[in-house]
């Protein structure tokens, strides 16, 4: 199996700014987010756009939700993670235990 994330295409935002004046400077910094977004593993996301909604204070949930196309919850797991105390152990995107079972473990005589 293979535990390499494919790129996840860029999300075009969908804010008021970006649609009015697609070469203007909150327009680029939506690509820009978008493009560290799509290059980011599924914790190094969270984490990264949870930041993000950090940094923009009340409403950065919402915010970075509609710029990225995240779901709200994800980004506030995000911010949690990010206040959390103990770190995942090295090497580690999810909670031991976590995602999806082996098709393996699922599916006998597979």
């Known amino acids: 199996m293979n535990k390499e994330n494919p790129r996840r295409d860029s999300h075009r935002c ?13 327009a680029q910094e939506h690509r820009a987010i978008n493009r560290l977004v799509a290059l980011a593993d599924e914790r ?42 103990q770190a995942l152990p090295a090497g580690r995107i999810r909670q031991p235990g976590a995602g999806r079972k082996p098709v393996e473990a699922t599916v006998p005589g597979f």
Do not use: K, W
């Not at 969908?14 to 909150?26: A, I, L, M, N, V």
């Not at 949930?61 to 506030?76: E, F, H, K, W, Y």
């Open 44 to 85: 190094a996301r969270r984490l990264l756009v949870g930041f993000l909604a950090q940094q923009h204070g009340y409403g950065g949930i919402s915010r970075m939700a509609q710029v990225t196309g995240l779901d709200r919850n994800t980004i506030a797991r995000g911010l949690r993670e990010l206040h959390q105390e």
């Open 14 to 26: 969908p804010c008021s700014s970006c649609q009015q004046d697609p070469d203007g400077p909150t």
